[in-house]
């Protein structure tokens, strides 16, 4: 059974850091994308970052670009994301995500790129 599990989160201040862990069991995702999203309350969950596992090629999104740093540690199988410079506007449920049926030719920015999920993590960050 695969199972991704998210952690790392927690209430910072503005200007502060994170780092949030994605542990995968179960099976590997090599060749495949991992990703994490979020969702603040009252919001539809959206694309942070994602990562080629193979190639190790990193995809952000716009509000994200510059402060935040996907990366993944293969003996591992884990997936981090490190925030840095976080906004309140960062506060979210963190959610890692996998993909095992990603085709390529594009880059895998849905929900529906992804067939595994996490249960997220909280970030909570105070101005």
């Known amino acids: 059974q695969v199972q991704l599990v998210e952690s790392g989160g927690g209430l910072v201040q503005a200007g502060d850091s994170l780092r949030l862990s994605c542990a995968a069991s179960?099976?590997?995702?090599?060749?495949?994308?991992m990703g994490w999203f979020r969702q603040a309350p009252g919001k539809e969950r959206e694309f942070v970052a994602t990562?080629?596992?193979?190639?190790?090629?990193?995809y952000y999104a716009d509000s994200v670009k510059g402060r935040f740093t996907i990366s993944r540690d293969n003996a591992k199988n884990t997936v981090y994301l490190q925030m840095n410079s976080l906004k309140p506007e960062d506060t979210a449920v963190y959610y890692c995500?996998?993909?095992?049926?990603?085709?390529?030719?594009?880059?895998?920015?849905?929900?529906?790129?992804?067939?595994?999920w996490g249960q997220g993590t909280q970030v909570t960050v105070s101005s």
């Open positions: 995500a996998g993909s095992t049926y990603y085709s390529g030719g594009y880059l895998p920015i849905r929900l529906s790129d992804y067939n595994y």
């Open positions: 179960g099976r590997t995702f090599s060749s495949y994308p």
């Open positions: 990562i080629f596992w193979s190639s190790g090629r990193t």
